[in-house]
Nanobody, 124 residues
Framework: VQLQASGGGLVQPGGSLRLSCAASGFTLDYYAIGWFRQAPGKEREGVSC????????YYADSVKGRFTVSRDNAKNTVYLQMNSLKPEDTAVYYC??????????????????WGQGTLVTVSS
């Protein structure tokens, strides 16, 4: 089971990027994939995850309305579309497989098989 995140780079404020999370060794169809990020000097935080309490997609307040998750099961890939990027979105972005379903979304212990991360830098 392996995940590979890609698509990061340098983008100006207000710009867009689409991150990809490609899976190998297993089929994504049966798993929820979470997106997380870690800015320099800060803890890893959940960006978007499956919310088991209501079956919806959870987005952190800081990205709600700007980020969208999608998946292409035929390509075994999950995407994170990021629009209207802000300097505070600068971080290493990770994807991970959700193995457990707690009452709250994006709890780190619920996730494993972390990808290596891709750096997103938002700067003019």
């Amino acid at each position: 089971v392996q995940l590979q995140a890609s698509g990061g780079g340098l983008v100006q404020p207000g710009g867009s990027l689409r991150l990809s999370c490609a899976a190998s060794g297993f089929t994504l169809d049966y798993y929820a994939i979470g997106w997380f990020r870690q800015a320099p000097g800060k803890e890893r935080e959940g960006v978007s995850c499956f919310s088991s309490s209501d079956g919806s997609t959870y987005y952190a307040d800081s990205v709600k309305g700007r980020f969208t998750v999608s998946r292409d099961n035929a390509k075994n890939t999950v995407y994170l579309q990021m629009n209207s990027l802000k300097p505070e979105d600068t971080a290493v972005y990770y994807c991970a497989v959700q193995y457990y379903y707690s009452d709250y979304p994006c709890l780190l212990p619920d996730f494993g098989s972390w990808g290596q991360g891709t750096l997103v830098t938002v700067s003019s």
